[in-house]
């Protein structure tokens, strides 16, 4: 069993890794794994993935922790490194027993689920942890993107030294989809079980237990916490150790979670201080092979631009858990993530390096959570998502040179040039043919910052 559970965990982590990384072909092959988490799943109000988990996990326990979740199967790994190096040096104690931190884990899941109700999405997508794995590895593998970089290495950080030196605490008191989870698992119908009579507390399976829930002294393990990876079966020397149905051995209860102090008390506030700062574009254009041109510059919109398949700005950000798989798909660098401290590392749409292509729908392709509802190109052009404006002090045309550049490149007509009154042809924008491409922005030869530029719809237009 520990076999096929390792098997499968490396089967998820592999592929959720190489979506973050950006691998095209695969996102076809591969994109139902990030629709299988568990958060995501409760985003997109996905009943089918959710009802799957739970029965999955009130028939094996916490298994979904310890195979699925790429961040669960990274703190494995972090763990694994913890005892084999204390076997190199004859240590034989890398984990011990350890009580719950009730305090913490219930105080952080009722803040959780308060600011899931509330929309505060920015500490809802820190916590999550489908989403904190998708930012620690687009954050070292994109490292232009400013704010991911700066959380990817906080999380890493974090969640890193605590698996090394504590294994599952992270799981077990911090992330709130792991204490949902342990609602559920400590009634699970298959457990690990202590047979008392064949243990002979040697401790070999307390001490290699990640989750630290085993109490060898009393024979009892905490259901809640433990993410059945077998380790504690594969160590026991004295077969002591099974798993099968709770009812065969009844004299072994689960330690008692459900009451305590723990859970009313008051979480005290910890906040982690992050510090945001776009990176200018990096990718300088030249014209002729001669003048360098100035990159564009982003702007700061009056209401941002959120994609093709996002019903709207509220919509989106409400089920957005920031996870940066979009952002890694979009093959046009269009999508970013948001510096903006409401919507901290939530994506949204600048066309600084590209445009908005029509044909393309990548990111919602790979978006698990809802925000970005599954279209079809044909769907996309009757996406209405922003509109343009013309900033005639900064238009050439408005000086007499002829441009044209954002009439000849919109994709539906949207805008026209007309004669203005000093004779020249300068741009006119059809607002209600928009779709908020941003075609137009890119293409504008205006440097540092477009004559032409979107700003978003905060009810998109679907025509």
Not at 9 to 32: E, K, M, R, Y
Not at 290 to 295: C, D, G, K, Q, T
């Amino acid at each position: 069993m520990r076999k096929i559970r390792i098997a499968i965990a490396i089967l998820f982590f592999a592929g959720i890794t190489l979506l973050f990384v950006g691998v095209p072909f695969l996102t076809s092959w591969l994109g139902w794994m990030p629709k299988l988490q568990f958060l995501p799943a409760v985003m997109a109000l996905n009943v089918l993935v959710i009802v799957l988990v739970l029965v999955l996990t009130l028939l094996f326990g916490r298994i979904y922790c310890s195979t699925i979740c790429p961040l669960g199967v990274f703190q494995d790994g972090i763990s694994r490194v913890r005892v084999t190096l204390g076997r190199l040096r004859k240590n034989r104690k890398p984990f011990h027993f350890r009580k719950e931190h009730k305090w913490l884990r219930y105080g952080i899941w009722v803040l959780f689920v308060a600011a899931l109700a509330a929309g505060v999405q920015s500490f809802v997508a820190i916590l999550a942890p489908y989403s904190a794995y998708g930012r620690i590895v687009a954050g070292i593998v994109h490292f232009k993107a400013g704010p991911v970089l700066i959380v990817a290495a906080a999380t890493l950080l974090v969640v890193g030294l605590l698996a090394f030196f504590t294994g599952r605490e992270y799981c077990n008191s911090i992330c709130p989809v792991g204490t949902t989870l342990s609602f559920f698992s400590r009634f699970a119908l298959f457990r690990p079980v202590i047979d008392a009579d064949k243990c002979k507390n040697c401790k070999l399976c307390e001490v290699n237990c990640k989750a630290s829930c085993i109490d060898v002294a009393n024979h009892k393990i905490d259901y809640s916490r433990c993410v059945v990876c077998f380790d504690c079966i594969g160590n026991c020397k004295f077969d002591a150790l099974k798993y099968h149905r709770y009812k065969i051995a009844p004299e072994t209860k689960p330690l008692d979670t459900s009451r305590g102090s723990g859970r009313r008390a008051f979480l005290a506030g910890a906040a982690m201080g992050l510090t945001a700062i776009a990176l200018e574009a990096q990718n300088k254009k030249r014209d002729g092979g001669f003048a360098e041109v100035l990159p564009k510059r982003a702007i700061d919109r009056e209401t941002p631009v959120t994609p093709p398949g996002s019903l709207s700005i509220r919509d989106f950000y409400k089920r957005c858990t920031a996870c940066q798989l979009c952002v890694t798909a979009c093959p046009n660098k269009v999508l970013r993530p948001s510096t903006d401290l409401k919507h901290l590392m939530q994506p949204e749409m600048g066309f600084e390096d590209g445009y908005c292509r029509p044909e393309c729908t990548k990111c919602s392709e790979v978006c698990p959570s809802g925000a970005i509802i599954s279209i079809t190109p044909e769907e996309k052009t009757i996406y209405h998502v922003g509109t343009a404006s013309v900033d005639r002090s900064l238009c050439v045309a408005e000086k007499g040179i002829k441009c044209g550049n954002c009439a000849r490149h919109c994709p539906v007509g949207a805008i026209q040039m007309v004669e203005s009154h000093d004779g020249y042809m300068v741009p006119t924008v059809n607002t209600e043919l928009c779709i908020g491409c941003g075609a137009c922005e890119n293409l504008c030869p205006s440097r540092p910052v477009s004559a032409i530029t979107v700003n978003g719809r905060h009810d998109h237009i679907i025509s």
